[in-house]
Each structure stands twice: as structure tokens, then as C-alpha cells.
């Protein structure tokens, strides 16, 4: 159940990422600064890898030899480190409100901990 729910949340979020990409290319590129649209990329290229980590994980879902717990709170992490923040960079990027700056870190200790889980899973492999 839940390798079907990463594999779907995945190529959602990684739709989302190259629309993203294109949007910022093309939409963005003379509404924007400099600053904005590097700050809106970042969010993609975030988003994008971790939304191929998240296929990583369903792979990895398919093997039971390794911890499915751990396996499955690293693909929560993701999923909650790209909403948290991919998330909030494109806000950043769009409203140009500084304090969503603060909570990007959360979203990428939300990636630290989904790799922490996956290393641990690996370690814990017989």
C-alpha cells in the first residue's frame, strides 16, 4: 500500500518540479529579480530530487530485508521536506516575504532525518 502511495506522491511532485521549472523559465523570468528566480529554482531542483528519492524509497518498500519502518518515515520526511521547504522558497521567491526564509531549515532537517533513516535502514540490512 504504502509503495503505491510514494510511487503516485512521487511523479505528482515531480510533475509539479519540471511545471514549476518551465514556469519559472518562461512566466517568472520578467515578473521576478535575479535573486527570486534563483531562490524559486532552488526549490525546484530540491523538490525534484527528493521527489526521486521518494521513488527510491517505494524501490526500496518492495525488499524485506530492510526495516520497512525506517523506510517508510524517510519517505514521510521527504514528502514533508519538499512541502516544508520547496514550499516554502516558492513562497518566498512569490510574495517576497522574508520570514519564510525561517522556516526553510525545517524542511531541510526534514531531508537530513529522511537520509538518517534510510543510512540506519542500510545499516541494519542482514
Same mark, same amino acid.
Given at each position: 500500500?504504502? %509503495?503505491?502511495?510514494?510511487?503516485?506522491?512521487?511523479?505528482?511532485?515531480?510533475?509539479?518540479?519540471?511545471? &514549476? &521549472?518551465? =514556469?519559472?523559465?518562461? +512566466? *517568472? $523570468?520578467?515578473?521576478?529579480? !535575479?535573486?527570486?528566480? $534563483?531562490?524559486? !529554482? %532552488?526549490?525546484?531542483?530540491? !523538490?525534484?530530487?527528493?521527489?526521486?528519492?521518494?521513488?527510491? #524509497?517505494? *524501490?526500496? *518498500?518492495?525488499? %524485506? !530485508?530492510?526495516?520497512? %519502518? *525506517? #523506510?517508510?518515515? +524517510?519517505?514521510?520526511? =521527504?514528502?514533508?521536506?519538499?512541502?516544508?521547504?520547496?514550499?516554502?522558497?516558492?513562497?518566498?521567491?512569490?510574495?517576497? =516575504? /522574508?520570514?519564510?526564509?525561517?522556516?526553510?531549515?525545517?524542511?531541510? #532537517?526534514?531531508?537530513?532525518?529522511?537520509? &538518517?533513516?534510510? +543510512? #540506519? +535502514?542500510?545499516?541494519?540490512? /542482514?
Amino acid at each position: 500500500m504504502m %509503495t503505491r502511495f510514494f510511487i503516485a506522491i512521487a511523479a505528482i511532485l515531480a510533475g509539479i518540479s519540471v511545471a &514549476g &521549472g518551465a =514556469f519559472a523559465s518562461h +512566466a *517568472l $523570468k520578467n515578473q521576478l529579480s !535575479e535573486s527570486a528566480i $534563483k531562490i524559486f !529554482e %532552488t526549490a525546484v531542483r530540491y !523538490e525534484m530530487y527528493h521527489s526521486l528519492a521518494l521513488l527510491m #524509497v517505494a *524501490l526500496l *518498500l518492495t525488499q %524485506t !530485508e530492510i526495516s520497512q %519502518t *525506517l #523506510v517508510t518515515a +524517510a519517505g514521510s520526511a =521527504f514528502i514533508m521536506g519538499i512541502a516544508i521547504f520547496s514550499g516554502s522558497l516558492y513562497a518566498l521567491s512569490l510574495t517576497g =516575504f /522574508k520570514w519564510l526564509g525561517a522556516i526553510t531549515p525545517l524542511g531541510g #532537517v526534514a531531508f537530513l532525518i529522511g537520509w &538518517g533513516c534510510l +543510512a #540506519v +535502514a542500510a545499516l541494519g540490512l /542482514k
